[in-house]
Structure formats: structure tokens, C-alpha cells
């Protein structure tokens, strides 16, 4: 399989500054928590599979300093971070392609692939799947339970030619994030692989829908 870059979108657990929805009923210190344990949990499913070499990992961080993205990134011993910017979701990750293009072209490597840190269920089977999948689509995504996505997976054909498509037209933050970028490729002649659907942990109510 090619190798690809992960890149985890990770928000720093500031007190009242994360999982704002969720602290209302849960309060602002358990929510804290409970990013916490998610972020961790996603960067450690993310370096049991870095260990087949399959993958390198870069944390795009937001919410820090850059002095203190380096020292959080070291204290999960990842060598590679970067600030996620100012902007949209869409704004951010197209950022960090761009960012990541040298890297990836000394490193050959082909594929990228985003993941958030609102998943409790991720396992490394989840991006096995995903490496394996863009060895014969274009695109990969993950729908989430709110109508957005879990993962997005971009092939070296997306990145070369069409980088603008999974982020324009995009109504981000609304439940129609998933369909909007589907609908952005009906017209081209690229192919594309929905994962399972997760649930992004981000209410009480989504908590309760995992039991």
C-alpha cells in the first residue's frame, strides 16, 4: 500500500475553551476530560499503526501557542505539528496540505488523510481500511452521526488536480458537510468510498446513543 500522511486535528483542552456544548451538561471540568481521553486515544491508535511504517503522523493543533504546540507534540512523541490557522474547517485542512507538500514529496508519500479527535471508537483497523481504499478511489470519507465526517482520505490525483473540490460550497458545521462534499464531485470523473458511520462525541445525547 502507498504510505500516507495523517494529519489529527486536535484542539488544546483549555478549560472552557473545548467541547463547549458538551460542558453544559456535563460541566466544563468533565469536559475537559473527556478531550483529553479522546485526543490521547486517537494519537495512540494513530502510532500503533505508524509502527508498520505505513504512516507518518503531523498534529495540526489549534488553540496553543507555537512554543507550546512543541511541547505538547513531544509529550506524545510527535516530532511533526503545525498551527491550524485562522478560518473554516475547510480553510484549515486545505492549510495543511499545503503546508505538508514538501514534506510529503521527500517522504514519496502519495495519500493524506484528516482525522479529528471526537471518536471514541476509532481503531487502526478504521485507517487500514481507509490506506487500503484510496489504493482505488480518489476520496474517502467517514459520515459522522451529525452529518459531517469522521475522516476524509485525499489521493495524490485529488491533490494535484482538484485540491479545491472537497472545500469549497461547504456549509461547515451543519449536518450537510457530508452531502456538500459528495455533491462536489458529482460532476468529475473521480471515485469516492464512504467508511461506517460514527458518532462524533460532541453532546450528552451522543454519549447516550453509543450505550
Not at 521527500?106 to 481500511?129: A, E, R, S, Y
Not at 469522521?150 to 473540490?165: C, D, P
Amino acid at each position: 500500500m502507498d504510505k500516507a500522511l495523517l494529519i489529527i486535528m486536535a484542539k488544546w483542552h483549555g478549560f472552557g475553551r473545548c467541547k463547549t456544548r458538551l460542558s453544559k451538561d456535563i460541566g466544563k471540568s468533565n469536559s475537559v476530560n473527556v478531550q483529553s481521553i479522546m485526543t490521547k486515544h486517537t494519537i495512540s491508535v494513530a502510532k500503533s499503526l505508524q509502527k508498520t511504517k505505513l504512516i507518518d503522523i503531523s498534529i495540526a493543533i489549534s488553540g496553543l501557542g507555537k512554543k507550546n504546540c512543541r511541547r505538547w507534540s513531544e509529550e506524545f512523541g510527535i516530532k511533526k505539528f503545525n498551527l491550524q490557522g485562522k478560518g473554516c474547517l475547510g480553510e484549515k485542512m486545505k492549510r495543511q496540505i499545503i503546508i505538508n507538500k514538501k514534506f510529503c514529496t521527500k517522504q514519496k508519500i502519495k495519500n493524506i488523510i484528516f482525522i479529528g479527535t471526537d471518536l471514541p471508537d476509532l481503531c487502526h483497523q478504521d485507517l487500514l481500511n481507509t490506506l487500503k481504499e484510496l489504493q482505488q478511489n480518489d476520496l474517502i470519507l467517514g459520515p459522522s452521526n451529525d452529518g459531517g465526517y469522521w475522516l476524509i482520505g485525499l489521493s495524490e490525483k485529488i491533490m494535484a488536480t482538484n485540491l479545491y473540490l472537497p472545500f469549497i460550497n461547504i456549509n461547515w458545521g451543519t449536518q450537510y458537510v457530508l452531502q456538500n462534499t459528495i455533491d462536489n464531485f458529482g460532476s468529475k470523473q473521480l471515485k469516492y468510498k464512504l467508511l461506517d458511520k460514527k458518532i462524533d462525541i460532541d453532546t450528552i445525547i451522543d454519549i447516550e446513543d453509543r450505550k
